[in-house]
């Protein structure tokens, strides 16, 4: 299911549990939704991989992510009878969100739709050049570029980058990690040299 | 001791400095030599074994022996006193330098050193002095055109060859063994440029940087042979005779090249804008470096590096950068440490066949035409002449 549709649901689901007098777990449904509109257009289970990946923020009021999560069991059973794929979405849901129940759940949110909401092609150039010696960051990067980007938004980032022109995305893609990677060749050449001099 | 396992342990030790076949005859050499002096002197000299075992392979983790510092860094190191009369300007020596080869050192010098002449011209400057220290005699070639006296006669050795080997006094070289460079113009005659000239080399000098070396190796300390071109070139009577002198240096760290980085206070490195020569500039850099930090060459100043054999067609924005990555990352990753800086794209040497078809009539940049791609050059070669020009004032 797109995360759109699925950002409508949980909505929905929030103005229930609102009127039945659930409010704090209406906030925490409502907060869920809105890192559904951060990314429209992409898969629930893309974005439920990203969520495994937000760094946890600093502790705010309101409900907690685990008042919404005691309730995806009951939602699941109830909306999958209906539309199963729905009830899949909001298992996988609760599955990536469950590592972080203790969290107040806007203040998740807000750190999740930061990291969803889409970059623009300076933003990703400049997440590049910072993350340049560190690998693991840099690889993280690159993965959102490969993920988010299509060709031509790809070629400009490959172009401001590494300062390269790309036919295809894979290309650009190359040229992109072509840069990094002769970072750690040379990283490498220096260790096995070890200090000598070569005489 | 030393007798007893002499030919095996110099074949050893020496192997480890050469490839194993040289080694092997240099050993026996060096093995003879050896017995030789402690016949004459009747014991060891004293700092011979010393300094053969500064060169012996250390123990390391894997189990297997480890190469250990490299002899050019084996102390003491002395850097010479050289007593200078303050009236007279400092030397400018600029050393053209790259530890790979093939990367174009030999024209950039060759033209730099033809600019150069010119702007001394013009401005009444003293001549500029060219010195070839790579044994294939490229410079000295491409500087005397016309003829082939810059080659030594059969019983003599080349100039390069005495200066290394401390054979000169500094009145030598500034006023008499150094060849005027020539140039050779619609098929006449040789023209002699005005203010450039030329020490020339020829193949044995790589039998003297070996010999040079071997010798020092022995216990020949009386002084330290890696200083030997600096206290020459630093000379009084040099700096008094010269404005600026380009040392042309081999694409490995020989005796000459080693003496050519102490002597030198200002280093240029020509490189083509590809993967493997970037990696060797930033590898030479922290080479250099390594050299600075244990004082053999203190004074060098990075001029830059220069990109030559440049396509003026071709795109080379992913090469820049990642050469560009390499010099400004830090040490500890590897990196040149910023330490020197790629120069402008106004001074690429670019890849143009005036430099095949002057081949065999002296340096290009005085025989440049009027055409497009030669005023192109020509600009390129005096861009960057400004450019080492701004850096060494």
């Known amino acids: ?199 | 001791m030393f007798q007893s396992t002499s030919h095996a342990w110099w074949s050893e030790i020496l192997q480890n400095i050469f490839a194993k076949s040289i080694g092997e005859l240099i050993a026996a050499r060096a093995a003879m030599l050896f017995r030789a002096v402690k016949s004459l002197f009747g014991r060891s000299p004293p700092q011979a074994p010393q300094a053969l075992l500064e060169l012996q392979r250390a123990r390391s983790g894997s189990g297997w022996p480890r190469e250990g510092k490299g002899i050019w860094v084996i102390d003491p190191i002395s850097p010479p006193k050289i007593e200078s009369n303050p009236h007279i300007p400092s030397a400018k020596i600029l050393v053209v330098a790259n530890a790979k080869g093939g990367v174009g050192k030999t024209t950039v010098t060759a033209n730099l050193g033809a600019r150069f002449a010119e702007l001394a011209k013009a401005s009444g400057r003293k001549p500029v002095l060219l010195i070839d220290l790579d044994f294939q005699g490229s410079l000295s070639s491409m500087c005397v055109a016309g003829g082939l006296g810059w080659l030594p006669s059969g019983d003599r050795d080349s100039n390069a060859t005495h200066l290394i080997s401390g054979d000169l006094a500094a009145t030598d070289v500034a006023n008499g063994i150094a060849m005027p460079a020539t140039i050779v113009k619609n098929g006449s005659h040789p023209i002699q440029l005005s203010q450039l000239k030329v020490l020339t080399a020829y193949y044995d000098l790589a039998q003297a940087e070996n010999r040079v070396m071997i010798e020092w190796l022995l216990g020949d300390r009386q002084y330290d042979v890696r200083f030997r071109l600096a206290e020459l070139l630093h000379s009084n009577a040099v700096r008094e005779a010269f404005s600026l002198i380009i040392i042309d240096s081999p694409p490995r760290l020989t005796t000459g090249a080693i003496q050519a980085l102490a002597a030198g206070t200002h280093l240029l490195i020509p490189t083509i804008l590809d993967e493997p020569s970037s990696e060797a500039v930033v590898t030479f850099i922290r080479q250099v470096e390594r050299y600075r930090e244990k004082g053999l060459c203190q004074g060098i100043k990075h001029v830059g590096v220069a990109a030559t054999m440049v396509d003026p067609r071709g795109d080379y924005g992913v090469e820049e950068t990642r050469l560009r990555d390499r010099l400004a990352a830090p040490t500890a990753r590897g990196g040149a440490g910023g330490v020197a800086e790629l120069l402008p794209a106004s001074t690429y040497i670019h890849q143009s066949a005036a430099f095949r078809k002057t081949g065999g009539k002296g340096i290009t940049y005085p025989l440049l035409g009027e055409g497009h791609i030669a005023a192109r050059l020509k600009t390129s070669i005096r861009e960057l002449a400004d450019a080492v020009n701004r850096e060494m004032s």
């Not at chain 1, 899949?88 to 909401?117: M, N, T, W």
Request: charged share 25%.
């Open chain 1, 1 to 199: 299911m797109k995360a759109k549709e699925f950002a409508k649901f949980l909505s929905a689901f929030a103005e229930m549990l609102g009127e039945a007098g659930a409010s704090p777990q209406s906030e925490a449904w409502h907060a869920i939704a809105r890192i559904f509109e951060a990314r429209p257009s992409a898969q629930v289970s893309d974005v439920c991989e990203v969520l495994g990946t937000i760094k946890s923020p600093g502790a705010t009021g309101g409900p907690t992510l685990q008042s919404a999560i005691a309730l995806a069991p009951a939602a699941q059973r109830c909306i999958g009878l209906a539309k199963k794929s729905l009830g899949d979405d909001i298992s996988r849901l609760a599955e990536a969100l469950r590592p972080f129940g203790y969290l107040r759940a806007a203040a998740f949110a807000d750190a999740a739709v930061a990291q969803l909401s889409p970059w623009s092609i300076e933003t990703y150039v400049q997440e590049l050049e910072a993350a340049l010696h560190d690998s693991a960051r840099f690889t993280e990067i690159f993965n959102r570029v490969d993920k988010e980007l299509k060709l031509p938004a790809a070629k400009k980032v490959a172009l401001a980058f590494a300062k390269g022109k790309a036919k295809s995305k894979g290309d650009a893609l190359d040229l992109i990690w072509g840069r990094h990677a002769s970072l750690l060749g040379t990283a490498a050449r220096a260790r096995a040299t070890g200090g000598r001099t070569a005489a």
